[in-house]
């Protein structure tokens, strides 16, 4: 038997699967709906003091596309208020609740100050500070897209912190340029703990007959439409084995996560609990169960008894990589009989390494450099890279 409880912010969850803030947290029936479906725990939709104005919403506003979908999701239409109805009615399927707040005011402390309280008389578990929150261009919209700003993700999580008794999660929408100083802006305001990626802007697609866009923008907002799913996962992996190299605090990891391997990668990253919106839109509340089968399946596979036996392994094989003194010397090798001389690894080789011989791959070692290339597009796993002993 396996066991995949996660204990987070004191909180014990049956699974570490939490559904991520989101067009399907926008009341209390789809929240209990995700529960339902086998979510550790819930997020509802991003509340403001004063609700998105429901005329303005963009029609259409949301396209699934390969690559993941796109969206223009703003915060909350319902009354800040109304919220505590909302979260009771998400209880009654018995999971933890996290209340997702967002300041839209120039001081962001005075909405925090506001909604915090505000959601803790409610009955949330935790309040989930917006990352568009902690954008300052957010209020007037300059720009072509949320840019958040260390000092004032600071000022949001310390004012949540003084604010409010139950544990507060700093949500992320790292860039390269900031991340590092948005990690030390969370830590110095006191959150309990860090919830990362957000989805990506700017994004746009076109009906190729029409030459329009598949989701237009909501009305009064200069930016481009949104993209999550998919195209963010190894992104957003990227950014959660960055932040647990630099962090203490527990993570809460997002960005693509679509079936249980994605799930166990973002664990291995260093994160201890896994967040799901765009799933759960395409493919519904039940994604949760058949991603907590998977993990099951594997933990057990592979004897591994609880989800603290690869938590951050993939970290610590990244920073051994980065330890060795010299570079592991490979090749690529044909297993023959696997072989189905499609002839792509010969056609693709980047080093001219690869001949057919007899409809198999034949690969030159003294030509290959172990690029790894040939291993990753073969599509009966037919070639594997080893050791060069020479």
């Not at 110095?188 to 957000?198: F, Q, V, Y």
């Not at 060795?324 to 080789?349: M, W």
Request: glycine share 8%.
């Amino acid at each position: 038997m396996v066991d995949i409880s996660t204990e987070i912010l004191g909180i014990l969850l049956r699974n570490p699967l939490i559904s991520a803030a989101g067009p399907n947290g926008r009341n209390g029936h789809l929240l209990k709906k995700l529960a339902e479906g086998g979510a550790g725990a819930v997020v509802t939709k991003s509340i403001c003091v004063k609700p998105f104005p429901i005329s303005a919403l963009s029609r259409p506003r949301l396209n699934k596309v390969k690559t993941g979908l796109m969206l223009t999701d703003p915060y909350s239409d319902k009354e800040a208020k109304q919220w505590k109805k909302e979260i009771e009615i998400a209880k009654e399927a018995g999971m933890p609740v996290i209340a997702s707040i967002q300041s839209l005011s120039s001081d962001p402390k005075d909405d925090i100050r506001v909604l915090g309280p505000m959601m803790e008389e409610a009955g949330a578990d935790a309040v989930e500070l917006s990352a568009f929150g902690s954008c300052s261009n957010v209020v007037d919209f300059s720009g072509i897209g949320p840019i958040q700003d260390p000092k004032r993700t600071y000022e949001v999580t310390k004012a949540a912190k003084e604010i409010v008794s139950i544990p507060v999660i700093t949500k992320l929408a790292p860039e390269i340029s900031n991340f590092i100083d948005l990690v030390k802006s969370v830590e110095a305001g006191g959150a309990d703990a860090i919830a990362m990626r957000d989805t990506i802007v700017p994004a746009i697609a076109f009906d190729l007959d029409s030459g329009k866009p598949l989701v237009v923008r909501n009305r009064g907002l200069s930016w481009l439409p949104e993209i999550g799913g998919a195209v963010v996962k190894q992104n957003a992996l990227g950014f959660v084995l960055e932040a647990a190299r630099r962090t203490k605090l527990p993570i809460i990891g997002i960005g693509g996560v679509s079936n249980w391997k994605d799930a166990v990668e973002m664990i291995m990253a260093g994160a201890t609990c896994v967040g799901l919106c765009t799933a759960t839109i395409i493919k519904g509340p039940k994604v949760f169960e058949s991603i907590t089968r998977g993990i099951e399946k594997f933990l057990l596979k592979n004897d591994y008894k609880t989800l603290a036996d690869i938590r951050g392994l993939g970290l610590r094989a990244v920073e051994e990589e980065w330890n060795k003194e010299e570079v592991t010397p490979l090749y690529a090798k044909v297993i023959v009989d696997k072989c189905t001389g499609c002839t792509l690894c010969a056609k693709l080789c980047l080093y001219d390494s690869i001949k057919m011989l007899n409809k198999k791959a034949q690969i030159n070692k003294n030509d290959c450099s172990g690029c790894g290339l040939c291993e990753s597009i073969c599509p009966v796993h037919a070639i594997e890279n080893v050791i060069d002993k020479r």
